[in-house]
Nanobody, 115 residues
Framework: VQLQASGGGLVQAGGSLRLSCAAS????????MDWYRQAPGKERELVAS???????TYTDSVKGRFTISRDNAKNTLYLQMNSLKPEDTAVYYC??????????WGQGTLVTVSS
């Protein structure tokens, strides 16, 4: 599975961005996808997840501001990020989980939120 993340950029606090993650190759076995992020000097954290059935989970700090979604027809994962804060600044990574395999990771896309 190959994952290509895009949509990062520079935005002012309070603004919005939508990240995309296009999946290709062996996508039929994907049962869940995730967005992680890693801020400078911090550990990588799980931001949001979505299962093949559409169940979503979020870390507390983004609840009510971020929305994860998935277009199965396009094999694309999204993360709509609203009301962005400077503390959301990080490299964002998408992952795909397939039974019996270690998670696949995309290359990351940088989100910078200015105050």
């Amino acid at each position: 599975v190959q994952l290509q993340a895009s949509g990062g950029g520079l935005v002012q606090a309070g603004g919005s961005l939508r990240l995309s993650c296009a999946a290709s190759g062996g996508t039929r076995g994907i049962y869940a996808m995730d967005w992680y992020r890693q801020a400078p000097g911090k550990e990588r954290e799980l931001v949001a997840s979505i299962t093949s059935g559409g169940t979503t989970t979020y870390t507390d700090s983004v609840k009510g501001r971020f929305t994860i979604s998935r277009d199965n027809a396009k094999n694309t994962l999204y993360l709509q990020m609203n009301s962005l804060k400077p503390e959301d600044t990080a490299v964002y990574y998408c992952t795909a989980r397939i039974t019996g395999w270690a998670p696949y990771w995309g290359q990351g896309t940088l989100v910078t939120v200015s105050s």
